[in-house]
T-cell receptor
Framework: DTEVTQTPKHLVMGMTNKKSLKCEQH?????MYWYKQKAKKPPELMFV???????INESVPSRFSPECPNSSLLNLHLHALQPEDSALYLC???????????????FGPGTRLTVL | GEDVEQSLFLSVREGDSSVINCTYTDSSSTYLYWYKQEPGAGLQLLTYIFSNMDMKQDQRLTVLLNKKDKHLSLRIADTQTGDSAIYFC???????????FGSGTKLNVKP
């Protein structure tokens, strides 16, 4: 199984809502990532988890709250978002975070988020 | 972050070769990657190259790396309409596998 799955595929939420994005992989990877991708732009890293611990937070506003309940799952909790947060949110995983052989990141299909 | 640059557009005819170019700044990058993104989809890894290699071939794909000039290219032989997509190069920062993506090159393949 070389797949990263993300749910939901699409999400529309109001600025006062609380919602969560979910990501799952069963490749035994110990590093997981959240990226944000605006239209016609490259993905921008938000968070890196290594062995279920948050390693990197790229100065992301606190209205985005990541969680890694176990080595296969990664969540992104959303609260009080702004319309400019509308984007494609991509999850990725890799063997680990060091520069080991290959260590390519495998990406999920993304969640298309619209904030009204 | 690191600076990774790509030209924005490339248009080719079906059956021709496509060459997508990328320049990067971090000379300590160990691996460099090429990803493909189709509309509304996630990123699909195409290939990667180790920095001590100067060429890697994988079926229709050829990656060339000029480490001195920090220049990476992806050649797609016999380009098909199904190759139309955005292609991103990426370099990884050593310690945390932080990927820095180029701006993406939109490849349009005309029948």
């Amino acid at each position: 199984d070389t797949e990263v799955t993300q749910t939901p595929k699409h999400l529309v939420m109001g600025m006062t809502n609380k919602k969560s994005l979910k990501c799952e992989q069963h490749m035994g990877h110990r590093a997981m990532y959240w990226y944000k991708q605006k239209a016609k732009k490259p993905p921008e890293l938000m968070f890196v988890y290594s062995y279920e611990k948050l390693s990197i937070n790229e100065s992301v506003p606190s209205r985005f709250s990541p969680e890694c309940p176990n080595s296969s799952l990664l969540n992104l909790h959303l609260h009080a978002l702004q319309p400019e947060d509308s984007a494609l949110y991509l999850c990725a995983s890799s063997q680990e975070t060091g520069q080991v052989f290959g260590n390519e990141q495998f990406f999920g299909p993304g969640t298309r988020l619209t904030v009204l | 972050g690191e600076d990774v640059e790509q030209s924005l557009f490339l248009s080719v005819r079906e059956g021709d070769s496509s060459v997508i170019n990328c320049t990067y700044t971090d000379s300590s990058s160990t691996y460099l990657y090429w990803y493909k993104q189709e509309p509304g989809a996630g990123l699909q890894l195409l290939t990667y190259i180790f920095s001590n290699m100067d060429m890697k071939q994988d079926q229709r794909l050829t990656v060339l790396l000029n480490k001195k000039d920090k220049h990476l290219s992806l050649r797609i032989a016999d380009t098909q309409t199904g190759d139309s997509a955005i292609y991103f190069c990426a370099e990884a920062e050593d310690n945390f596998n932080k990927f820095y993506f180029g701006s993406g090159t939109k490849l349009n393949v005309k029948p």
